[in-house]
């Protein structure tokens, strides 16, 4: 069931004792989909969540559910992967996919003209944002940010020789150190 839906988060370890945990985010627009009131499907089915309250901290997405009350229950949740029910994909900016390192990495990275620019060789799940590194044509490594600005097209599926990323560096982006 909700590994068709859109992926929006996966919990990660409690803050506090008022039931907040840490998401890994993997939706482009977090602060609508983490207003209060909404409802999540769960992996693994742990039933629907709904959210009490979200907030950013130092740069981190905390988020309260009202099934948890307490740090306890927020222990529990560890691992939840959060998907968007099927009647609300349509009402964010997300593509509707998520997607696990084994899936990209020895993927090739293409530029928006179809041109080579490397290798996918690791998906870094950051807490704010997620990274794909790269190692370039030219030897280098370099990180770009996974959002659909910058990585616009995934394709994953099929064989790997048949998997590809497009990249659409913002200039200066493999300058970097």
């Known amino acids: ?56 901290h130092q740069g981190t997405w905390l988020l309260a559910f009202e099934e948890a009350p307490d740090r306890t229950a927020a222990e529990n949740l560890r691992g ?33 003209s179809g041109a080579s620019i490397g290798t996918v060789t690791d998906l870094l799940l950051r807490p704010a944002q997620d990274l794909l590194q790269v190692r370039l044509d030219d030897g280098r490594t370099g990180l770009v940010p996974f959002v659909q600005a910058i990585v616009p097209q995934v394709h994953a599926d099929g064989p790997l020789e048949e998997r590809f990323v497009v990249v659409d560096a913002p200039d200066g982006l493999f300058d970097l150190p």
């Open 80 to 112: 939840t992967r959060l998907f968007i029910p099927t009647e609300l994909a349509d009402d964010g900016d997300d593509e509707g996919e998520g997607w696990y390192p084994e899936e990209l990495v020895g993927a090739q990275v293409r530029d928006p």
């Open 1 to 56: 069931m909700a590994a068709d839906q859109p992926l929006a988060a996966r919990i990660g370890k409690p803050h506090g004792l008022r039931g907040e945990v840490t998401v890994q985010v993997h939706t482009d627009s977090p602060r609508q989909r983490f207003e209060r009131g909404a409802v999540f499907d769960t992996e693994p089915d742990r039933g629907p969540l709904t959210v009490r309250g979200a907030r950013v």
